[in-house]
């Protein structure tokens, strides 16, 4: 985690109970691991084109690439980037055209080892097939939550999902708290027991409307609704124009929009 994200959240769990977030801020802090994973995810990959030879023609025709741009909030243009980074991501360890684990985790990390809750959300939720890779289609759809046009109901839906590990429908005060125990390693914060199961007690006392004990979609809807904090992080703005990463790619494009 970035200096910055880790400022952010020390003042999220301050000790003393003085910060002056807001409990959806807090809780956005828990996103913050995530956003940067997947922020490293294209800023990684797009490293790639100083170092290696040009790419290869983009492998999806002008029709595979028209159907996903109607499907997203990229232009055809901009799949063909997208496309040619996929590439050298999903061939970086096993050259078979999709996105292993391992291959992310290289990216990220520099080690095809090691275990991190945060990789391991970004992975499942990317991989929407649930076979193990991730494909073309899955890169894009997954993207697409993150564009500065994509809907607010698709943010919310994502952090959602973020939070339900077990994939129950509801989020549960066991995931909340492993997923604030993890980011706590992440960020090398120590919070003695208390304070943690304060954490989580508030974020049940402010999102858990109907009291059972567990936070159904309907209910984190209306918690993201007001604490808009909750998804200022949900939005990458260089997705608008992926191209400007690499502006290398425009005079290499044989796709016109």
Not at 182 to 210: G, N, Q, R, V
């Amino acid at each position: 985690m970035d200096s910055s994200a880790n400022r952010f959240f020390l003042r999220a769990f301050d000790y003393d109970g003085s910060s002056s977030l807001t409990f959806g801020e807090r809780i956005c802090a828990a996103c913050i691991p995530l956003i940067a994973i997947i922020e490293a995810v294209v800023i990684t990959v797009a490293s790639c084109f100083r170092y290696r030879p040009p790419v290869q023609k983009c492998r999806f025709d002008v029709g595979d690439l028209a159907r996903l741009a109607a499907e997203s909030r990229f232009s055809v243009n901009e799949l063909e980037a997208l496309s040619e980074l996929y590439k050298n991501l999903s061939c970086s360890i096993i050259k078979d055209g999709l996105i292993h684990k391992e291959e992310l985790q290289v990216a990220l990390f520099q080690t095809p080892y090691g275990e991190n809750l945060f990789l391991d959300r970004v992975f499942d939720l990317f991989d929407e097939k649930k076979n193990g890779v991730i494909d073309f289609e899955e890169f894009v759809h997954a993207l697409n939550v993150f564009h500065p046009y994509a809907p607010i109901e698709d943010k919310i839906d994502f952090t959602f999902r973020l939070y339900d590990l077990r994939q129950t429908g509801y989020i549960e005060r066991e995931e909340v708290k492993q997923m604030v125990v993890a980011i706590l390693m992440e960020s090398e914060i120590k919070l003695p027991d208390d304070l943690l199961e304060a954490i989580i007690d508030k974020t049940f006392a402010d999102a858990d409307i109907d009291k059972d004990g567990r936070i159904n979609k309907e209910e984190w809807k209306e918690f993201a609704v007001r604490n808009p904090s909750l998804l200022k992080n949900m939005t990458l703005p260089y997705l608008k124009d992926i191209t400007t990463i690499f502006p290398s790619f425009v005079f290499n494009t044989e796709v016109e929009d």
